[in-house]
């Protein structure tokens, strides 16, 4: 069994809360040591053990892996007209997303399969290690059921969101819609599917249809997350924690007691900062929340329509700039954040035990990942202890089309 040890690195962020307070685990002058896809030890770099390969990280910062607790990967067509338009400004609203499921339905596996391996390359080479992805641009039974196929096919953390909005030919039926996704499309989604999800807004789907989806999934075996609080204030952040969500994403628009909720919940709030930038909706006070006991995670809500982006990098420098959050925090609602949000105890630290998914950064700290916003600051990327990226684009262990599958 061959050993590896990341060694001289100048600032490690560990997501171990330290003894002095330090709820980042940093340390100065630090080695890591990989055996068999995990860390077996970290410690300073002057009392690292012997291993089979040295990496010398020439004194630069190193980080978890990004874990994108949110994503919509798997789509045809884009929607760079709409965005032109909301540049101009036009109002962002839910109903776009019939445009997307009209593209996705008449793409092919084949076309649709070639894309995710696209991104999921874009997503390793910006140091997302971990990715949970969600369907909802089918709305069918067939085409709900391919896309959670297609995304199990590189990550386990597949959501299944048929409840994503009413498609056209069920418009003015919705309760007749929430029949089909909790009834046919539900048992063809599920043995592909960890998670349930379902986007309770003005628009979309109701308090009372949301609950609908949510237990059928619940029944199933499947794990609550919530789409809420986007377009306005409403009751979906305390369905949520009510019934026990890992997640409620967006947030965009909350209550003191939707904050008290949460604050007293295990339910993480999911902040996508992305939207805000490309909807130019307010963005949430990341501040306030942490501030009342809130856990954040920061995620980049990859899709055609309201977030185009898979850089955490990007959202990470706008939840600095923007939201309040100080840069350390920002990097752990990226990486330990996002973790709590797809409930893994296995990513989004370095510890002993955990994967061995980390990122080296052309930085001396995690700080510049704000401060040096739009640079690409990822030298190289390992995943289960292998390296799948490279700058300088040799990366041992990795082919044409990566995987985040574990």
């Known amino acids: 069994m061959s050993t590896s040890l990341l060694t001289n690195i100048g600032e490690l962020t560990t997501n171990v809360a330290a003894s002095d307070g330090d709820r980042h685990g940093t340390l100065l002058g630090a080695a890591v040591l990989i055996e068999d896809g995990r860390i077996s030890w970290v410690g300073s770099a002057s009392d690292a053990p012997d291993a089979d390969e040295i990496v010398d990280a020439g004194g630069c910062a190193v980080i978890p892996g990004f874990v994108d607790s949110h994503s919509h990967l798997v789509f045809g067509g884009d929607r760079a007209a709409e965005f032109e338009a909301r540049m101009a400004g036009q109002k962002y609203a839910a109903g776009g997303i019939r445009s997307t499921v009209a593209a996705t339905r008449a793409a092919s596996d ?14 390793l080479a910006q140091g997302t290690t971990t990715i949970e992805i969600k369907s909802g641009y089918g709305l069918s039974v067939a085409d709900e059921e391919r896309l959670v196929r297609l995304a199990a096919e590189v990550t386990p953390e597949v959501t299944f969101l048929g409840a994503h909005v009413v498609p056209a030919e069920y418009a003015d039926r919705a309760d007749e819609y929430v029949d089909l996704v909790t009834g046919p499309m539900l048992d063809a989604c599920a043995p592909h599917s960890r998670w349930i999800d379902v986007f309770c807004e003005t628009g979309a789907f109701s308090v009372a249809q949301s609950r609908r989806v ?30 026990g969500a890992a997640s409620i994403d967006h947030g965009t628009y909350l209550t003191d007691d939707d904050i008290a909720a949460l604050a007293a919940s295990d339910t993480v709030l999911t902040l996508l900062p992305g939207v805000e930038f490309s909807t130019r909706q307010p963005y949430p006070d990341a501040r306030r929340l942490i501030d009342a006991g809130v856990t954040v995670a920061l995620a980049c809500d990859t899709n055609p329509g309201s977030s185009f982006t898979s850089s955490m990098a990007f959202c990470i420098a706008i939840a600095v700039r923007d939201m309040g959050m100080t840069p350390a925090e920002a990097v752990w609602a990226a990486t330990a954040g996002g973790a709590r949000a797809l409930r893994r105890d296995d990513v989004g630290a370095i510890t002993p035990g955990a994967r061995a998914d980390l990122v080296l950064l052309t930085a001396p700290t995690r700080i510049h990942l ?25 990366a041992r262990g990795t082919d044409t089309h990566g995987s985040l599958a574990r």
């Open 110 to 123: 084949v076309e649709l399969r070639a894309r995710l391996r696209g991104f999921v390359d874009e997503l």
């Open 214 to 243: 949510l237990e059928a999934g619940i029944a199933k075996g499947l794990m609550p997350r919530v789409h809420a609080s986007q377009l306005g204030p409403g009751d979906g952040v305390r369905l949520a924690v009510e019934l």
């Open 370 to 394: 704000a401060y040096r916003p739009g640079v690409p600051l990822v030298d190289r990327v390992w995943k289960d202890g292998a390296a799948v990226y490279a700058a300088s684009g040799i």
